[in-house]
């Protein structure tokens, strides 16, 4: 009699809930909240010019999204877009914005397509100066005008490696520089392996869709779900970070942690290594996240797929691609993956383990034999299908007034080096990106050049850690051939030469002749490096490490009795190009308006300004003049 009382007043006591919440109602229910996509992660800013710029986003699901903007932030008048997101690369895409007017501040908001509102995402940026608004005739003919950069590296959140996920570098940029430069360039290590056992099921769940909706890059190189997640992880962890990227526009290089920690011998055919074959799969996620923002001349996409193999052919067979349709030009080489759970995982016991496919390693792609056939070098090892990828070029040159920057790709090609042999005839480049810079310098009728390399040129990187610890250099002193003949080049263009370099972990300035500069930056929030860790160097003065002496002008600097654990001194660098000074014929009148007249300086300058990541005090600065035109 009991049981029948208690279930009557629950069902009574169902009945007036369902009541109260019209549970009856003829009218169609309201759709659930969690039924509306929606952003989840982003904005970022990249590829600014003067006219443009790209807004970045992820949704929850496959959608669409624009941009609102204007240059009142209580009237956003203008909309860019709809892009769709794309499944394929974790539900993210960018748009473009174009038309905008130079030397201008813009608000923006995001907006999803088909909710109820806006998404509360906004920022704001400036476009770039435009040469033709500055030339005068006699006093500035070449239109040059005044901008700044912030650079660095390494921006691990782990609090055993870093100053930990508060990111205080960032809030110390975002309040004294982030409105007084014109874009960033975060030169590599933006993230840190992390989630890399993140699974295709878990990712699943995650984008709420079924197994049969599987795209094929995941299908091929199930390992970049755990790529995408580190992204996400670290934009979710990091305010600071969020901030800076809603509100600062960068330009980006990837170093080994968007790839996998000490990516060495990707360019080097014929090797096997779990690491080198990683390489497209970290760069492919990359690309969806950080990568789009450059300004890339090669437009292909990394290729992925499947095929087979037979042992001792030369020859790989997908039936499903067309080869005849890759520009190989664009490509680099071909990656036959790994093809384990933890092909990605950053665990060095992992190295040691020959447990990937038999075919998996790098080869050189010697001709397109027809639509699905490929001849490679070297044959393979055993029969069997695989997962392979064809590499795409990710070195960019852009100018900005008088300054050309040419950013370098120091991990696609580089070439397994030898620790007992630097002065090997190897590449870090590859030759197909080296001719480019070596060619594009000497083509150059810029006063200044840039050189952006993710690792540093003069002082090795030989310590920090147990990976691959007995070949263990990350910087250009295993190089010395390919080197060389990149600092003579740039010699003998008598005019100043600034290779901006990260990686190491410290900030320093190096002479390393009289036109030719090395600038390292960094790290915005990983822990420093030991001085032993940089081949004993000095904290200033001369240095040789290798064939060449340079002069260390300034740098930071550990002590290896201080524990790595408590090495937390961040710092960045702001980089301002002194090309024109405002000499106005009126000024202060009340009946009259300012008036700017933007005067040429004979011979432009560039300073570099070091500052401490958690004060923002200043450390060090370096100018440097240009050379006198003729």
Same mark, same amino acid.
């Given at each position: 009699m009991l049981r029948v009382m208690t279930t009557t007043r629950l069902l009574a006591m169902a009945l007036l809930l369902c009541l109260a919440f019209n549970c009856f109602s003829a009218a169609k229910p309201k759709a659930d909240y969690r039924d509306e996509n929606m952003i989840t992660h982003g904005p970022i800013l990249g590829r600014l010019s003067s006219t443009g710029v790209g807004v970045w986003a992820r949704t929850l699901r496959t959608g669409e999204f624009a941009v609102l903007y204007g240059t009142d932030p209580k009237r956003l008048d203008q909309t860019a877009g709809p892009v769709k997101t794309q499944l394929a690369r974790d539900n993210t895409g960018w748009i473009h914005v174009k038309?905008? &007017?130079? @030397? =201008? &501040? %813009?608000? %923006?908001?995001?907006? *999803?397509?088909?909710?109820?509102?806006?998404? !509360?995402? #906004?920022?704001?940026? #400036?476009? $770039?100066?435009? =040469?033709r608004d500055y030339v005068d005739p006699k006093l500035n003919p070449r239109g040059l005008f005044n901008f700044k950069f912030e650079f660095a590296c390494g921006n691990n959140q782990n609090p055993k490696h870093s100053s930990g996920p508060a990111l205080p570098t960032f809030r110390t940029m975002l309040r004294e520089i982030a409105d007084d430069i014109n874009f960033a360039i975060l030169n590599g290590d933006w993230m840190y392996e992390v989630r890399r056992g993140y699974t295709p099921g878990q990712w699943l769940g995650q984008v709420n869709v079924p197994q049969n909706q599987l795209p094929d890059v995941v299908k091929v190189a199930p390992s970049i779900t755990g790529v995408w997640e580190n992204y996400k992880f670290f934009l979710d962890q990091g305010?600071? $970070?969020?901030?800076?990227?809603? @509100?600062?526009?960068?330009?980006? =290089? %990837?170093?080994?942690?968007?790839?996998? @920690? /000490?990516?060495? !011998?990707?360019? =080097?055919? !014929?090797?096997?290594? #779990?690491?080198?074959?990683?390489? /497209? *799969? !970290?760069?492919?996620?990359?690309y969806d996240y950080l990568g789009w923002a450059n300004p890339v001349s090669f437009k292909s996409n990394i290729h992925f797929g499947t095929g087979k193999m037979k042992a001792r052919s030369d020859v790989l067979t997908d039936e499903n691609a067309d080869f005849t349709k890759l520009n190989l030009k664009d490509h680099s080489n071909l990656h036959v993956h790994w093809g384990t759970k933890t092909a990605g995982v950053n665990d060095t016991a992992l190295d040691g383990l020959n447990d990937g496919v038999p075919n998996a390693q790098v080869y050189r792609i010697e001709k397109v034999l027809g639509p699905h056939k490929l001849r490679v070098w070297p044959a393979a090892k055993a029969d069997g299908a695989v997962n392979y990828s064809i590499g795409k070029r990710s070195y960019y040159r852009m100018r900005v007034s008088n300054c050309d920057f040419f950013v370098c790709d120091t991990r696609g090609q580089r070439q397994m080096h030898d620790t007992r042999d630097p002065y090997k005839k190897i590449s870090m480049l590859g030759p197909v990106q080296r001719d480019w810079l070596i060619n594009g310098v000497k083509n150059s009728d810029a006063d200044f050049i840039f050189v952006v390399t993710s690792v540093n040129f003069m002082v090795p990187h030989v310590g920090g850690g147990a990976v691959r610890a007995s070949n263990k250099d990350d910087a250009w002193t295993v190089f010395y051939d390919e080197r060389e003949k990149l600092i003579n080049t740039f010699d003998e263009l008598k005019r100043p030469v600034f290779i901006l370099t990260g990686d190491l972990h410290n900030c320093f300035a190096i002479r390393i002749t009289d036109n030719v500069y090395e600038f390292a930056s960094g790290p915005h929030n990983s822990n420093n490096h030991w001085a032993s860790d940089e081949g004993g160097r000095p904290p200033n003065g001369k240095f040789k490490y290798g064939p060449r002496e340079v002069d260390i002008l300034w740098s930071t600097f550990f002590l290896t009795d201080v524990p790595r654990t408590d090495l937390k001194h961040p710092g960045y660098c702001v980089v301002q190009v002194n090309n024109v000074f405002n000499n106005p014929k009126i000024i202060g009148r009340a009946e009259q308006p300012d008036q700017e007249r933007w005067v040429a300086f004979p011979r432009p300058q560039v300073i570099f300004q070091y500052y401490d990541g958690l004060t923002g005090k200043l450390r060090y600065a370096q100018s440097i003049r240009a050379a006198e035109r003729k």
């Open positions: 038309g905008l &007017k130079p @030397n =201008t &501040k %813009y608000h %923006y908001e995001l907006r *999803i397509q088909g909710s109820r509102g806006r998404s !509360g995402r #906004r920022g704001s940026f #400036r476009t $770039l100066p435009d =040469t305010a600071p $970070l969020r901030e800076w990227h809603r @509100n600062v526009p960068s330009f980006f =290089t %990837y170093d080994d942690h968007e790839c996998l @920690n /000490d990516i060495w !011998g990707a360019g =080097t055919p !014929g090797l096997r290594d #779990r690491r080198a074959v990683f390489r /497209d *799969i !970290g760069v492919q996620a990359w």
